[in-house]
């Protein structure tokens, strides 16, 4: 009778181990925090959400989402922060356009104020399809998440006085199943996900 276990079988037991670690890494935090890196000056006037994923502020003043005379979005992440210049391109471009569709879908205000909406990338979280497929074959689901936060503006275009601001931070939940083999997918829908939320305080008045 063996008392010792075999060297195949305790390599296996730290491979076991050492993916059991890392899966508690990666579930460690259920909720993306909003981030605060000062390009919205009106900060201390914002509103923060129960989980800390979100931040925001709306005036009185109506806007016009039909009369947005420009959309800027950059990104302020490190450049060495692991995402290549095409992809930052391309998630630049997809917050850009989903703000645009968002803001076009909107029903015009007579009264509203033409604008300008200025947003910066903060974060990025892209997802690692080899780890996803290996967790889904032991656990049945692919736990490295992705997702995105940003920092939204929109201005008086005349003025340039803060008429509502944002700052929004978002993990794709599991339900966006699909999502989580694609390393770009689930912060280009975080990305979207902070347009619908902009659209929504659009609608709303302070």
Not at 11 to 34: K, N
Not at 105 to 121: N, T, Y
Not at 163 to 176: C, D, N, R
Request: hydrophobic residues 50%.
């Amino acid at each position: 009778m063996k008392l010792v276990p075999n060297l195949t079988s305790l390599i296996a037991l730290a491979l076991r181990l050492t993916f059991l670690v890392s899966v508690a890494g990666l579930t460690a935090c259920s909720t993306m925090q909003a981030t605060d890196t000062g390009f919205l000056k009106n900060r201390s006037a914002m509103t923060t959400s129960k989980d800390g994923s979100a931040a925001y502020y709306r005036s009185q003043t109506p806007v016009d989402p039909h009369q947005v005379r420009s959309i800027s979005v950059e990104w302020t992440m490190p450049v060495d922060a692991m995402v290549p210049e095409t992809e930052r391109a391309r998630l630049i471009a997809a917050l850009k356009a989903a703000i645009s569709r968002e803001t076009e879908a909107m029903p015009q205000s007579v009264d509203g104020r033409p604008v300008v909406i200025r947003a910066i990338i903060t974060r990025v979280e892209t997802v690692n399809p080899a780890l996803n497929v290996l967790t889904s074959v032991f656990l049945t689901v692919p736990l490295d998440r992705g997702g995105a936060a940003v920092e939204i503006q929109v201005l008086d275009a005349e003025t340039l006085q803060p008429l509502a601001s944002m700052a929004h931070a978002y993990f794709v939940p599991i339900t966006e199943f699909k999502a989580r083999f694609s390393a770009l997918a689930p912060a280009e829908l975080a990305l979207n996900a902070a347009a619908v939320e902009l659209s929504k305080l659009l609608r709303n008045k302070g």
